[in-house]
Antibody, heavy 122, light 107 residues
């Protein structure tokens, strides 16, 4: 079955960097759109970034544009999020998710990882 | 930026019908998805493309979308349905947009 395993979270100081990973199994990762979505403690879901199967299409939320970089390694069924210049407001559980496209070619998310907690504090 | 608005909370008695709304400008012209999130767990897709149910999602979950409002309806609500629910759509300028979430209480 589809499985997404997030890792790489931890405590980091403001201005620091962290790299999240997500290993996928049970489906054709190289053919799949993938995304990162986060949830601050006690808050709602916030989309972070989105990448197409061959890296040709990448989107970022305005809140992370210029600081975060999404990437993937299809040979290792892995998705990554490089987070730089971290702020307290970036504190959240980060979920990787598989994106499917509806008939209007817009995404929805049918499988989610368990989440990885990132805490930005001094 | 595009915004989706949900009521913070909805209450329903067991066996009754729960209706959760999601409002956005011309939302009916976009597809809407819905996610269920129980405390401490990852979200689960319950409706996509306005009204389609993924395999394994009970028939009591249904969706609709018209005008400026999408609606998630849970018929014969069970105590296990008590969760947070989020709507989601796509905007060409804002990207993926989630509603603020609705806490469904079954009591």
């Amino acid at each position: 079955q589809v499985q997404l395993v997030d890792s790489g979270g931890g405590l980091v100081k403001p201005g620091g960097s962290l790299r999240l990973s997500c290993v996928a199994s049970g489906f054709s990762f190289s053919d799949s759109y993938m995304s990162w979505i986060r949830q601050a403690p006690g808050k709602g879901l916030e989309w972070v970034s989105y990448i197409s199967p061959a890296d040709s299409t990448i989107y970022y939320a305005d809140s992370v544009k210029g600081r975060f970089i999404i990437s993937r390694d299809n040979t290792k069924n892995s998705l990554f999020l490089q987070m730089n210049s971290l702020r307290a407001a970036d504190t959240a559980v980060y979920f990787c998710a598989r994106a499917r496209l509806d008939t209007a070619m817009t995404p929805y998310f049918d499988s989610w990882g368990q989440g990885s907690l990132v805490t930005v504090a001094s | 930026s595009y915004e989706l608005t949900q009521p913070p909370s909805v209450s329903v008695s067991p066996g009754q019908t729960a209706i959760i709304t999601c409002s956005g400008e011309k939302l009916g012209e976009r597809y809407t998805s819905w996610y269920q999130q129980r405390p401490g767990q990852s979200p689960v897709l319950v409706i996509y493309q306005d009204r389609k149910r993924p395999s394994g999602i009970p028939e009591r979950f249904s969706g609709s979308n018209s005008g400026n409002t999408a609606t998630l309806t849970i018929s014969g609500t069970q105590t296990m349905d008590e969760s947070d629910y989020y709507c989601q759509a796509w905007d060409s300028n804002s990207g993926v947009v989630f509603g603020g979430g609705t806490k469904l209480t079954v009591l």
